[in-house]
T-cell receptor, first 110, second 119 residues
Framework: SQQGEEDPQALSIQEGENATMNCSYK?????LQWYRQNSGRGLVHLIL?????REKHSGRLRVTLDTSKKSSSLLITASRAADTASYFC??????????FGTGTRLKVLA | GAVVSQHPSWVICKSGTSVKIECRSL??????MFWYRQFPKQSLMLMAT?????????EQGVEKDKFLINHASLTLSTLTVTSAHPEDSSFYIC???????????????FGEGSRLTVL
């Protein structure tokens, strides 16, 4: 069964705005990763945050992790039309068996 | 980053036939590969974990006789959908984990996916 629930399910914003997606999970984790998927394509790894980390940055991406609330957020700043994609969080519980969240479909309007 | 190749990227077959999908790690050794299934506009559902040289571990609800997984080498895992039916039509994605101790230890890399359509 899926471990992560993401919210919102769909998000539509204007180019230049920030996009925030949230992920909640159910059990203890070793790490949490965010992935991006363009329609009909495979997944691209964006960022990994370990359970002892609280925040991580990569370019225009900022990820936070709150293990007490079992939640993570992905912030994309200054969004571009090319950021239009589905974004998934994935959690690992020690065996590198990753369980994916329900995903957020982001549409950035030019 | 490391490259995982999936083949074929799309396949159409008749009901009752079997289809084999290959997942290869091109520039690293992968002790473990994972097979996922994705329905339109939905998330990835883990089907099974494939370990090199041993039997695959299937998730609850996944028929092991229906979805045969073989991981005969450190760079290749195959998923065979046997006696395919229209309800097996889906997007299948594999991922590979780098072998312990190597430069890609623990990282997960994804293939581009294989779209199966069963008529």
């Amino acid at each position: 069964s899926q471990q992560g629930e993401e919210d919102p399910q769909a998000l539509s914003i204007q180019e230049g705005e920030n996009a925030t997606m949230n992920c909640s999970y159910k059990t203890s984790i070793n790490n949490l990763q965010w992935y991006r998927q363009n329609s009909g394509r495979g997944l691209v790894h964006l960022i990994l945050i370990r359970s002892n980390e609280r925040e991580k940055h990569s370019g225009r991406l900022r990820v936070t992790l709150d293990t007490s609330k079992k939640s993570s957020s992905l912030l994309i700043t200054a969004s571009r039309a090319a950021d239009t994609a589905s974004y998934f969080c994935a959690t690992a519980t020690g065996t590198y068996k990753y369980i994916f969240g329900t995903g957020t479909r982001l549409k950035v309007l030019a | 980053g490391a490259v995982v190749s999936q083949h074929p990227s799309w396949v159409i077959c008749k009901s009752g036939t079997s289809v084999k999908i290959e997942c290869r790690s091109l520039d690293f050794q992968a002790t473990t590969m994972f097979w996922y299934r994705q329905f339109p506009k939905q998330s990835l559902m883990l089907m099974a974990t494939s370990n090199e040289g041993s039997k695959a571990t299937y998730e609850q609800g996944v028929e092991k006789d229906k979805f045969l997984i073989n991981h005969a080498s450190l760079t290749l895992s195959t998923l065979t959908v046997t006696s395919a039916h229209p309800e097996d039509s889906s997007f299948y994605i594999c991922s590979a984990r780098g072998a312990a101790g190597g430069p890609n230890t623990g990282e997960l890399f994804f293939g581009e996916g294989s779209r199966l359509t069963v008529l």
